[in-house]
């Protein structure tokens, strides 16, 4: 299902960006240490009332004429065309100025759902002051404050309120999602083009080429597919043009929102900074992952070359050591057919699911083996192991005190997963608990 999009709008200083980290904060997601995993965010989930939704900062709107100004304006403006609803902040403490008029009535031109938020509500007389914006002719004014959380859970709840349900573009359970992602001209078109066995995306060797996430439903063997060909995503400060800096921003949801991601590298390059961090996008997402080496056709090889670069690979991306590597030539078509395999096996990995029963005995016999550690004098107890979701794989480990619960000995506990039941080419995620009545 895809998530509806909350786009938080305003002219600069009143406290967007705050606003968005707070919010960004409700969703409790899962850390980890992996070097290069996290990456800077102008999107991101919100969860709130067991529902979700994206949500989108932009840059402050001043209606100038610099490039700059102009740049972060059509910025905007595609994130409010992309947007269910929009959040329009202004300061309490200024109250209205004549920039918040500009902005009221470009946001009236949209006629979309708008939430009026006057920011930095810290005091008493707040509300009082919010009744200015009533002048800005978008309805009542909600007061929060970003940096001190006041209000947020009632803007929340608005948010809920007027937000659609989601859409789904398949009823179809059985569709797998596959997102193609990679750094601009790494082949991701024209691999689409060999997939589907049809010249449908532009193909082109103008990095760029892909503006827009591109839906390609597709049948084979009584298996249905949606394969999502996505523009190439750069680092953040080579995004200069508000048109692919947004595109960057689809290329995201897509990999996010997929079962599968077929992360491409080029092979007459070898393994970047940027793909690591393509990588670490849906490796953080939790989805299921096949690294694709492209361009295999262009690579001087002898009978050790491929061992080399696997090698190379594994050291590089660390954190995907459970994901498959598969060498290929979207040109020639060499390989290609394998693709279909590999992406019904790894999601029927990420998908899977183990019973109570089995987990516990492997959890017997893993402590048996290697005790937990201990901590000033205290030893960790682990009580039992239970699956609580799949898509991924994620388990419950309830113990005495989770601060007891060295990373070590819950990577030693992931690997004696992967080591009994596979679990290729989907991350795991293990939660610690403590469980109840431990004091």
Known sequence: MSLPVVAIVGRPNVGKSTMFNRLIQKRIAIEESTPGVTRDRIYGRVEWLDR???LVD????????????RAIHNQVQLAIDEANLILFFVDIRTGPVPLDFEVAEMLRRTKKPVILVANKAETPEAEVAAAEFYALGLGAPQPVSGAHGLGTGDLLDEIIRLLPAGETPFEDEDILRVAIIGRPNVGKSSLLNKICGMERVIVSDVPGTTRDAIDLPVERDGQKYLFVDTAGIRRRSKVEEAVEYYSVLRAIRAAEDADVALVLIDATEGVTEQDKRIAG???EAGRAIILVVNKWDAVEKDDKTMDKYREEIRKELAFLSYAPILFISALTGRRVDRIYELINYVAQQHAMRIKTSHLNELLADAVAVTPPPTKKGRQLKIYYLTQVRVKPPTFAVFVNDPELA?????RYLENKLRETYGFEGTPIRLLVRKRKGER
């Open 58 to 69: 932009t840059g402050g709107l001043t209606f100038e004429g610099d490039k700059i100004s």
């Open 281 to 283: 996008i849906a490796h």
């Open 52 to 54: 979700e939704f994206w």
């Open 406 to 410: 060295h990373f070590s000995y819950m």
